[in-house]
C-alpha cells in the first residue's frame, strides 16, 4: 500500500465500452465504461459545469478493481446537441436533469450501488445525488470542493476581484454599464445568446480570461483557444451560475448534508483552493458525519501531485476495504 499511496494516477487506458444515452428532450450524453468489467463500480462527475470528461479523468482508480464510468453533461463534451450552438436551448440542462441523467445510466448499466468522484462542480454534482440517492452511493471522493452556494458565485465573480483587480476590471467592464452592478454571470449568459455573433463570442473569451485568471498558478489553459469547446463552457456555466446552479433554498447541500452519514467520504482540499475563503471545505466536513477532510499543502483549485496522489490513496483505500468485506 505504501507504494499505491505515492501514485499519482495510474497508467493511461482506453474505455473497454462506450455508447450515446437517450435522456430526453433530444438530448444524449456520451458516456463510456473504462478498466475491469467486474470490479467495482465508480462514478466521474466533471466540473465546469460543461467542461466534459478528459482522458485524465480515467486515471483515479485502479483499472485492475474499478469499473470507471464517465459521462459528459448535457450540452458538453461529445454530448449532443451542443451548447456551442446558440440555437440549442439550454431550458433543459438543470439540476434535476443531470440527477435523471445519472440514474438512468446507473440502470442502464446495471450498476446497484457506486462510489462517485467529482471534481469542482462535480463535486456539488455528486453531494446532490448522494443526498437524494443515498442508497445508490457506497463511498464518495471529493475535490475541489463546491456546494452550489451563492457566496461561492459572488466570490468568483466578484470577490476575488480584490486578490486579481486588473483581470476583474476587464472581466466586468466586458458587460454592458448598465449592468455591472448586478448579476454578472446573468450578464455573460445574455450576452452569450445575443444576436451578434461578434458579441457572443467576445463574451465567451472575456469569460474565459477571467476563468484562467483566478488559476494564476496554472497558466495558459489550451482548451480555451477551442472556439467551440470557450462558447459551450461559458454558456452552461453562467446559465448554472445565474440560477443558484438550479439549487433552492441556498445553502440546501450543507444543510442536508447530515443525511449521509452512512456513506464514507473522503474530501480532498488544496490550501491554496481559493473557495476556502468562504469555508466549504470546513463547512461541508461538519455537517457530514461520515467524511474525512484532507488538506494538501500549496495545492489549488486545480490540485497539484500530492492532490492527485491523495486521490488514487482515497480510491485505493476504498477499493481495499470492499475487496475485504468480499
Given amino acids: 500500500m505504501a507504494e499505491q499511496a505515492a501514485r499519482v494516477r495510474y497508467p493511461e487506458i482506453e474505455p473497454f465500452e462506450h455508447g450515446m444515452l437517450e435522456v430526453g428532450d433530444g438530448n444524449r450524453i456520451y458516456w463510456e465504461t473504462c478498466g475491469n468489467p467486474e470490479g467495482k463500480a465508480a462514478l466521474v ?53 443531470l440527477l435523471a ?16 468522484f467529482g471534481w469542482s462542480w462535480g463535486s456539488a454534482l455528486a453531494l446532490t445525488y448522494a443526498e437524494r440517492h443515498t442508497d445508490r452511493v457506497s463511498e464518495a471522493v471529493l475535490t475541489g470542493l463546491g456546494s452550489g452556494r451563492r457566496a461561492e458565485v459572488e466570490l468568483f465573480t466578484r ?9 476583474w476590471r476587464r472581466f466586468r467592464d466586458g458587460v454592458p454599464a448598465d449592468r455591472r452592478d448586478g448579476g454578472l454571470a446573468a450578464a455573460y449568459r445574455d450576452m452569450l445568446t445575443h ?12 469569460w474565459c480570461d477571467w476563468e484562467e485568471a483566478m488559476l494564476p498558478m496554472y497558466g495558459h489553459n489550451p482548451r480555451y483557444d477551442d472556439p467551440r469547446f470557450r462558447m459551450a463552457f461559458a454558456r452552461i456555466v453562467t446559465h448554472y451560475w445565474a440560477n443558484d446552479h ?22 480532498i482540499q488544496g490550501t491554496l483552493d481559493l473557495t476556502n475563503l468562504v469555508g466549504t471545505p470546513w463547512l461541508l466536513a461538519a455537517a ?4 474525512d477532510l484532507v488538506l494538501i499543502d500549496d ?17 485505493d483505500s476504498f477499493a481495499a476495504a470492499s475487496a475485504s468485506h468480499g
Fill in 45 to 97: 462527475l466533471h466540473g465546469g459545469p460543461g467542461s466534459g470528461c478528459s482522458p485524465s479523468m480515467r486515471r483515479y482508480f485502479d483499472p485492475a478493481a474499478y469499473r470507471i464510468v464517465l459521462f459528459d453533461q448535457r450540452n458538453c463534451g461529445r454530448s449532443t446537441p451542443h451548447a456551442s450552438d446558440p440555437a440549442v436551448s439550454l431550458a433543459a440542462n438543470t439540476t434535476s436533469h
Fill in 101 to 116: 441523467d445519472i440514474e438512468r445510466l446507473r440502470e442502464h448499466l446495471g450498476i446497484a450501488r457506486w462510489l462517485i
Fill in 299 to 315: 495545492a489549488g483549485h486545480g490540485g497539484n501531485d500530492r492532490l492527485l496522489a491523495a486521490i488514487a490513496a482515497a480510491t
Fill in 159 to 167: 470577490g476575488l476581484g480584490e486578490l486579481f483587480p486588473d483581470a
Fill in 195 to 206: 444576436p451578434s455573433q461578434a458579441i457572443r463570442d467576445k463574451a465567451a473569451r472575456d
Fill in 288 to 291: 457530514w458525519p461520515g467524511s
Fill in 246 to 267: 438550479f439549487l433552492h433554498p441556498d445553502g440546501v447541500l450543507l444543510a442536508a448534508a447530515d443525511r449521509l452519514g452512512p456513506v464514507p467520504a473522503t474530501l
